[in-house]
């Protein structure tokens, strides 16, 4: 094992720690809104659930492999492991962008004013959440069923600084075709889903300024209390999909740049790591910045505390 196997391994091993840590404490805290404090849920936060789930999933199978490979762990992946995880990862970092996407367009929607020409589609954003879900779960996961042929796994591989870093899969030189019909695919997908993305982020950020103009010499206390919560909302999610958008073309610079470089680099296999697991990993901390279900579970957990205390709060 040499030294820049342990550097990545244990690099990578933060970013697993640092990312499942915050998306499952994330996760916990939604599901105990769902569960407990059902009135205090937002349609919205179902989104905000999904995308807490499918980030500890791209997390987990895209580094644990990495982190096996570093630290010299014979990886039994044959050809079903071997596809399996790198299917696996596909799909969430696919779910990943879409669910995103998706949580710029509704939020939009919500902050729209009654007069644009998006309020028809207020009264039944409700509704729309789950179909939408289940439609991107059916995109991603038919889309890259192709990939499942195109690669096969490297028996006992235990060398880290592979070019797509996937030390356990290689790719099928065979099927040209195939590969070159699911890149087609996967580019038109990424370009709609960011462009929406895109499209409604500036949407809002017209909507907050418009907002922030009309309303800076108003100091009303009742206008201030009804627009702070989705105020700070929208704040969270543009800045969800500005580090979306950094992490998003870095890494495909990144990628491209590592394809025509004639020697592999442990400086670029860390870059590429970090980028490609970067959004998924400070996703949770960006969307904690809004702190109202933090504050809800604090303040829940302090009744409970009260409820069952011999002295009571009021001793």
């Not at 970013?15 to 937002?42: A, C, D, H, V, W």
């Not at 690669?151 to 592979?162: H, K, L, M, P």
């Not at 929208?234 to 470089?261: A, D, P």
Request: aromatic share 14%.
């Amino acid at each position: 094992m040499f030294p820049r196997d342990l550097i990545s391994g244990f690099f990578f091993l933060s970013e697993i720690f640092i990312g499942f840590l915050g998306n499952s404490m994330l996760f916990i805290l939604y599901m105990y809104t769902f569960l407990l404090q059902p009135r205090l849920k937002k349609p919205i936060d179902m989104i905000f659930t999904h995308l807490t789930l499918v980030n500890v999933l791209s997390v987990v199978f895209r580094l644990i492999p990495d982190v096996m490979a570093s630290f010299a762990v014979k990886l039994l992946f044959h050809d079903v492991g071997c596809k399996a995880v790198l299917y696996a990862y596909s799909v969430t970092r696919g779910l990943s962008i879409c669910t995103t996407s998706l949580l710029s367009a509704f939020q939009a929607i919500t902050v729209s004013s009654n007069h644009s020409k998006w309020a028809w589609l207020k009264s039944k954003l409700e509704s729309c959440i789950f179909p939408s879900l289940l439609l991107i779960w059916v995109i991603n996961t038919f889309l890259y069923i192709p990939m499942v042929g195109n690669v096969e796994g490297q028996i006992n591989f235990t060398v880290v600084g592979s070019r797509d870093s996937q030390t356990y899969c290689r790719s099928n030189q065979v099927r040209h075709h195939t590969t070159l019909s699911l890149a087609t695919a996967l580019t038109i997908r990424d370009i709609l889903f960011v462009f929406l993305m895109m499209g409604t982020s500036l949407y809002m950020v017209t909507l907050l300024f418009r907002h922030n103009r009309r309303t800076r010499h108003v100091h009303s206390s009742r206008v201030s209390s009804q627009a702070s919560s989705e105020k700070k909302a929208t704040h969270s999610i543009l800045l969800l999909v500005g580090f979306f958008m950094f992490f998003y073309f870095s890494n495909t610079f990144v990628t491209f740049y590592s394809f025509h470089r004639p020697k592999n680099s442990l400086v670029l296999d860390l870059i590429s790591g970090a980028l490609s697991s970067g959004y998924p990993i400070i996703c949770p901390y960006v969307m904690m910045n809004n702190r109202r279900i933090i504050s809800t579970f604090i303040s829940s957990f302090s009744n409970f505390e009260c409820t069952f205390s011999t002295k009571g709060c009021h001793g």
